[in-house]
């Protein structure tokens, strides 16, 4: 029984990532207005940020506060391509995207070097530092980043008016397809392995000879090469960007947030708690906004969840479903002996 059940699994899961992409393709032609597809792209951003924060902080058990200046990073870097480089508008800039998500990993590999000799708040704490040093280099860099100004991302005027949001909703999507392949493939490899011994006990992965920084430096490249392509698609979407808001600190606090409530270290749980989060702000915020309750609202969602699976979504209903079978078994058992 046991055997059977185990050589499904891989099916199964194909099963539900063929179910996701289709329902994800058809999004936008089910939901046609302008307002669904925007909160469709915001949904798969949110996603996609929570599943590479979670590729690194949930498999390795540092926790970064720094994603949002990768995001930051990408978002500036393709701006400041289009400013120098003319790349054109249209679907060009999708084309660079692994690109700017590349170069922003490699540049990060330093500073990651420096940031793992640190553990624990001690490491939250300095990739904290990070994000506002790179804030107030966006500010301070006038001559790159044209400080508080900001700078202008040419408007694809090849897009329909009424399909304007569609091509960054299917980036978007692909980068989170992205990002969900990268975290499958690494919880099935040596990497992966290597990486939930360094989260159980990194002393003990040293001694068995895991080389733990090397699988860190990895993970933290990964997690950095889908951050930046999201920036880097966002900016584009705005049009317009300034320290404020390409290196918003909220946007990291609600990628977080996203991972911790669909569950920390799995595969699905960043999208689920992005599915669940991001429609409840946006709804909050339509209703709510002009009285700043949203704020509220949007926190008594994320509360009452936590309380009622403390674990978080998916753990806590895979618990749920174990504890089902095995009373059940249990009561099998009785039947049988009596």
């Known amino acids: 029984m046991t055997e059977g059940w185990k050589r499904r699994r891989p099916g199964a899961g194909l099963l539900r990532a063929a179910a996701f992409l289709a329902v994800g393709i058809a999004f936008p032609f089910v939901f046609s207005p302008a307002w669904l597809v925007n909160i469709g792209v915001l949904t798969l951003m949110y996603a996609a940020l929570a599943t590479s924060w979670n590729l690194f902080s949930g498999y390795t058990g540092y926790i970064t506060l720094g994603q949002v200046a990768f995001f930051g990073l990408g978002a500036y870097t393709l701006a400041i391509t289009f400013e120098h480089y003319g790349i054109g508008a249209g679907y060009n800039p999708f084309y660079v995207l692994p690109l700017i998500g590349a170069g922003v990993a490699f540049a990060s590999l330093p500073v990651a070097w420096i940031a793992l000799r640190t553990r624990a708040m001690t490491f939250a704490i300095v990739t904290l530092t990070l994000l506002f040093i ?21 408007t694809p005027t090849t897009f329909g008016v009424d399909t304007y949001d569609d091509p960054f909703y299917f980036a978007m999507l692909g980068i989170l397809c992205i990002a969900l392949l990268l975290c499958w493939g690494t919880l099935r490899s040596k990497l992966g392995l290597m990486l939930l011994a360094i989260r159980e006990d990194e002393e003990k992965a040293r001694g068995l000879g895991i080389r733990v920084t090397g699988a860190k430096l990895i993970a933290w490249w990964l997690h950095v090469f889908v951050t930046a392509m999201v920036g880097a698609v966002w900016a584009y979407y705005l049009t317009f960007i300034y320290p404020e808001s390409s290196v918003d600190p909220l946007v990291m606090i609600g990628a977080v947030l996203m991972t911790f409530l669909g569950g920390r270290g799995t595969l699905w749980g960043p999208v689920i708690g992005a599915l669940v989060l991001v429609p409840a702000q946006q709804y909050m915020l339509l209703h709510l906004g002009g009285s700043q309750l949203y704020l509220v609202g949007y926190s008594a969602v994320f509360v009452v969840v936590l309380l009622l699976l403390p674990r978080g979504i998916l753990p806590s209903l895979r618990d749920g479903v174990l504890r089902t079978r095995e009373r059940r078994r249990t009561r099998r058992l009785e039947a049988t002996t009596s």
Do not use: D, E, K, R
């Open 134 to 154: 790179v804030q107030q280099l966006a500010f301070n860099l006038h001559s790159v980043t044209h400080g508080s100004s900001g700078l202008m991302v040419p």
